[in-house]
T-cell receptor, first 112, second 113 residues
Framework: GQQLNQSPQSMFIQEGEDVSMNCTSS?????WLWYKQEPGEGPVLLIA?????ELTSNGRLTAQFGITRKDSFLNISASIPSDVGIYFC????????????FGTGTRLLVSP | EAEVAQSPRYKITEKSQAVAFWCDPI?????LYWYRQILGQGPELLVQ????????DSQLPKDRFSAERLKGVDSTLKIQPAELGDSAMYLC???????????FGPGTRLTVT
């Protein structure tokens, strides 16, 4: 099925570094959602974006809704070991029952 | 803080056996979703309910999978008979309305031997 492309696929960084990841699509989305998933757990909603150009923060996390509505970005500042996990972007399709499409994921590893 | 509840958290079953998963969504959430997630991939929708009605089950393998939400609140997903390829994480999510923010439960990790 349709997927959103995320990059990078994985990142291994030192504690304290800033992190940037992005999510792109060939289709326009009206909503972008960012989730974090830790091993053996369900995804946890971090940030929701509803308007092109919107910039929203949640603590050390900042996400942006791309102007073209075909991309979104997530930044994590001053990373800490508990930031480890897989970060997924997601967006509801504009047709039918607005099925949520997920990105391919960015795996983040943080070294203390 | 309201959460989506799922049980069991882990299930090991032999192939050809029946298995069932339960989900209790956040109170007041009309839309309930069941997803399957293969290790290393994003979740993929199996079935979506609006209240007690199925609105999308196009990706549900109906020869062996069934889902119900009889009173429009909690839901059960069943697999009968289970196959080796069904080993995965089964996630339940809920939202206030279709297209809204989805909140996930902790999932059920199924291993079929």
């Amino acid at each position: 099925g349709q997927q959103l492309n995320q990059s990078p696929q994985s990142m291994f960084i030192q504690e304290g570094e800033d992190v940037s990841m992005n999510c792109t699509s060939s289709s326009i989305f009206n909503t972008w959602l960012w989730y974090k998933q830790e091993p053996g757990e369900g995804p946890v909603l971090l940030i929701a974006l509803y308007k092109a150009g919107e910039l929203t923060s949640n603590g050390r996390l900042t996400a942006q809704f791309g102007i073209t509505r075909k991309d979104s970005f997530l930044n994590i500042s001053a990373s800490i070991p508990s930031d480890v996990g897989i970060y997924f972007c997601a967006g509801p399709m504009n047709t039918g029952f607005q099925k949520l499409v997920f990105g391919t994921g960015t795996r983040l590893l943080v070294s203390p | 803080e309201a959460e989506v509840a799922q049980s069991p958290r882990y299930k090991i079953t032999e192939k050809s056996q029946a298995v069932a998963f339960w989900c209790d969504p956040i109170s007041g959430h009309a839309t309930l979703y069941w997803y399957r997630q293969i290790l290393g991939q994003g979740p993929e929708l199996l079935v979506q309910f609006q209240d007690e009605s199925v609105v999308d089950d196009s990706q549900l393998p109906k020869d062996r999978f069934s889902a119900e939400r009889l009173k429009g609140v909690d839901s059960t997903l069943k697999i009968q008979p289970a196959e080796l390829g069904d080993s995965a994480m089964y996630l339940c999510a809920s939202s206030l309305q279709q297209g809204g923010e989805q909140y996930f439960g902790p999932g059920t990790r199924l291993t079929v031997t």
